[in-house]
């Protein structure tokens, strides 16, 4: 039997202005899954993270991942998962991604690494879609291959990993209130207005060429969402303040990462990072609203094994 131990990052989605096309890893958090393959069938899951999950297999992001992979490779046998450290689901720094990453990559690690790290991203989706009823990549690809990604493409997938500026961190607060990313995607509007659109695209191209470029300026001036975070601030208690006072502190950017609640701001200063940091736990612990928050420097670091044993 052949038994791996698999660390998936937390990810950003949108990245401001990127909506379902761009997301970055956090390395500091993730989620930990231990995977095995033995002889037979079935997919068998124990949840031994302190994270309620759902119970039934059918119900967990993993399972579809797993099966897909099956499909793609035409392998079988019978998977066995603990899932031993978990992101809390609902909390928008890509909870289901990191478990829908480590499953495909444990998967890939089991059996001998039969597929591309675009197939793995492809197994992945397929978590993403049961947690979201869509198939997007923007937490699953940053999560899987680290550092910033710009999924160009879906069909088919096109994925581009971007250049990270040399100093370039991120603040990240997870306010316990719970927005299922379904919700914050049943929300949006299925229509974009020229005018947003024009805005939109033009903030995309300036976000690339801000990273390219190492243009720190052009990033933070480009990170403005007109497709979603206009819908989905009212998920978070006063948003638009909390944004001023993160800018005034020296933040290149504030904005809600993926659907939500979770808010990342953006700097070329660890101390500027730091102080984000507190300005968010304090604007959540002043309306009563616990929250974890970290403090991270962007780096290349995607999905990996902790351990590796075959029995
Ligand atoms: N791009 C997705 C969304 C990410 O914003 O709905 C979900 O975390």
Redesign the pocket.
């Known amino acids: 039997m052949k038994k791996v131990r698999v660390f998936a990052p937390a990810s950003i989605?949108?990245l401001g202005c990127g909506?379902?096309i761009m997301g970055l890893a956090l390395d500091e958090v993730g989620d930990i899954l231990e995977m095995s393959a033995s002889e037979g069938d079935g997919i068998h899951i124990e949840n031994r993270s302190g994270v309620p999950l759902p119970e039934d297999p059918e119900e967990n992001v993993v399972t579809p991942v797993i099966r897909k992979f099956f499909e793609m490779t035409g392998l079988r046998g019978r998977i066995d998962v603990t899932v031993c450290q978990k992101i809390y689901p609902g909390s928008?720094i890509?909870s289901s991604a990191a478990s829908s990453a480590a499953a495909a990559f444990g998967m890939n690690a089991l059996f001998d690494e039969p597929l591309s790290d675009e197939d793995l991203v492809v197994c992945a989706m397929e978590g993403e879609n049961l947690a979201?009823g869509g198939y997007?990549a923007?937490?699953a690809a940053p999560s899987l291959l680290g550092g910033i990604i710009l999924i160009r493409g879906y069909e088919p997938l096109d994925i581009i990993q971007l250049p990270i500026p040399g100093n370039f961190y991120c603040a990240v607060v997870h306010p316990r209130i719970m927005v299922s990313?379904k919700a914050?995607?049943g929300i949006l509007p299925k229509a974009v207005p020229m005018h947003d659109a024009i805005g939109q695209w033009g903030n995309v191209g300036g976000l690339i060429a801000g990273l390219y470029s190492g243009n720190i300026g052009l990033v933070g001036r480009s990170m403005q969402d007109f497709v979603?975070e206009p819908y989905r601030k009212r998920f978070i208690p006063d948003f638009d303040g909390l944004r001023t006072k993160i800018l005034a502190s020296g933040s290149l950017a504030m904005n809600i990462s993926?659907?939500g609640p979770s808010v990342f701001s953006l700097s070329d200063k660890r101390e500027t990072a730091h102080r984000a940091g507190e300005l968010m736990k304090e604007h959540f612990a002043a309306r009563d609203i616990p929250c974890d928050v970290y403090v991270v420097k962007i780096t290349n670091k995607g999905t990996r094994l902790l351990a590796n044993e075959i029995l």
Do not use: P, Y
């Open positions: 989605a949108n909506f379902d928008g890509g979201s997007h923007d937490n990313t914050a995607r979603a993926g659907s």
